[in-house]
T-cell receptor, first 110, second 116 residues
Framework: RKEVEQDPGPFNVPEGATVAFNCTYS??????FFWYRQDCRKEPKLLMS???SGNEDGRFTAQLNRASQYISLLIRDSKLSDSATYLC???????????FGGGTRLMVKP | GAVVSQHPSWVICKSGTSVKIECRSL??????MFWYRQFPKQSLMLMAT?????????EQGVEKDKFLINHASLTLSTLTVTSAHPEDSSFYIC????????????FGPGTRLTVT
């Protein structure tokens, strides 16, 4: 079983749609959780951290369910520029090593 | 924000040669740098973790004699791919941490290596 698992997609959605991605992680002792965005042939960029109480940043909402070891990302009112691969990233132990999920590809179409 | 650069951004080399990739933290001191590799349509895989002034810690399956990592200063780490083969062709990305009170990793723009 992969340590961080995501549906690879692709998710093809029209502009303005709401789309949700899920991610599961294997290590119940995981410390910190993030969503990164990666454009083709570019480095990953931090989209948002994920907090236990859930957090929102504009059109993006992240949720964490520690009991189910599950993280989600909701994107509302999708824009063409949201097209990218979204990486679920987990810090599995004390310290700063990150474990990346395989990524979920999103394609927003006009 | 914290900026990490990599050089070169892309390189083509012949099989059997060695290639050095530099990773620099431009505006902060990086106590720890990470090297990742990403094959097409796959996610980032951690290759090694390096702390300034000490030997790198390699992930299982990564040959330390093939991928030489040097982290000689708080702003520079290098990855040397020795005796490169076509299967080493990949996107190599470094990241750095070190800002006080933060575990956030700042990624370099990546180096695309093609071995012919």
């Amino acid at each position: 079983r992969k340590e961080v698992e995501q549906d690879p997609g692709p998710f093809n959605v029209p502009e303005g749609a709401t789309v949700a991605f899920n991610c599961t992680y294997s290590n119940s002792a995981s410390q910190s959780f993030f969503w990164y965005r990666q454009d083709c042939r570019k480095e990953p960029k931090l989209l948002m951290s994920v907090y236990s109480s859930g957090n929102e940043d504009g059109r993006f909402t992240a949720q964490l369910n520690r009991a189910s070891q599950y993280i989600s990302l909701l994107i509302r009112d999708s824009k063409l520029s949201d097209s990218a691969t979204y990486l679920c990233v987990v810090n599995m132990e004390a310290g700063n090593m990150l474990t990346f999920g395989g990524g979920t590809r999103l394609m927003v179409k006009p | 924000g914290a900026v990490v650069s990599q050089h070169p951004s892309w390189v083509i080399c012949k099989s059997g040669t060695s290639v050095k990739i530099e990773c620099r933290s431009l505006d902060f001191q990086a106590t720890t740098m990470f090297w990742y590799r990403q094959f097409p349509k796959q996610s980032l895989m951690l290759m090694a973790t390096s702390n300034e002034g000490s030997k790198a810690t390699y992930e299982q399956g990564v040959e330390k004699d093939k991928f030489l990592i040097n982290h000689a200063s708080l702003t520079l780490s290098t990855l040397t791919v020795t005796s490169a083969h076509p299967e080493d062709s990949s996107f190599y990305i470094c990241s750095a941490t070190g800002l006080a009170g933060s575990y956030e990793q700042y990624f370099g723009p990546g180096t695309r290596l093609t071995v012919t």
